[in-house]
């Protein structure tokens, strides 16, 4: 069973602070995405990573995919209380037919 | 122009009843997926459609979990004689094309008592 790890699972920082999401698994994704999602609506796709070693860069946040394409990373730098969520990192596999699968969830509370 | 649209927004049921839920996908979307969320836990994948068709039904937990498209376009989620552990929120979610970028709908909140 494929499946995506992510810590850490709970995270509370104070404003202007960073902070580093991990997203790991054993397997090889042919591409990786991350959502943020608030409170009452679905995830919203921020990024997706498909090269390893890719590094892509969204005002204050960072991914990565990592070489091996297994894992993955998100570094929030100076977080604000907007960033406030749960953070998906998400992947697409094949085995016969197409899968996707979602990380655990990072729930990241940010304190003005 | 609209996004997805779920409809019920919350559905509250008794054990043993039928429920059904509907998504309508972004108008032109070709892919649709649905999802399930329980409270605590990540976002489980059920099942997803290519036009009208389910290539692989396996991720649906039990055959009591059917799905069905129609038209290229409206999506239907039936869950026969519901039990307490099918309480969680259901997403869909389509995109343009096959594997392409996927918007979500709210979900549906299934609360079975």
């Known amino acids: 069973t494929q499946l995506l790890e992510q810590s850490p699972q709970f995270l509370s920082i104070q404003e202007g602070e960073n902070l580093t999401v991990y997203c790991n698994s054993s397997s090889v994704f042919s591409s990786l995405q991350w959502y943020r999602q608030e409170p009452g609506e679905g995830p919203v796709l921020l990024v997706t990573v498909v090269t390893g070693g890719e590094v892509k860069k969204l005002k204050r946040l960072t991914f990565q995919f990592g070489d091996a394409r297994k894992d993955s990373s998100l570094h929030i730098t100076a977080a604000q209380p907007g960033d406030t969520g749960l953070y998906l990192c998400a992947g697409a596999y094949t085995s016969g037919t197409y899968k996707y699968i979602f990380g655990t969830g990072t729930r990241l509370k940010v304190l003005a | 122009g609209a996004g997805v649209s779920q409809s019920p927004s919350n559905k509250v049921t008794e054990k043993g009843k039928d429920v059904e839920l509907r998504c309508d996908p972004i108008?032109?979307?070709?892919?649709l997926y649905w999802y399930r969320q329980s409270l605590g836990q990540g976002l489980e994948f059920l099942i997803y459609f290519q036009g009208n068709s389910a290539p692989d039904k396996s991720g649906l937990p039990s055959d009591r979990f059917s799905a069905e498209r129609t038209g290229g376009s409206v999506s239907t989620l039936t869950i026969q004689r519901t039990q307490q552990e099918d309480s969680a929120v259901y997403l869909c979610?389509?995109?343009?094309?096959?594997?392409?970028?996927?918007?979500f709908g709210p979900g549906t909140r299934l609360t079975v008592t």
């Open positions: 108008s032109g979307h070709t892919a």
């Open positions: 979610a389509s995109s343009l094309a096959w594997l392409g970028e996927q918007y």
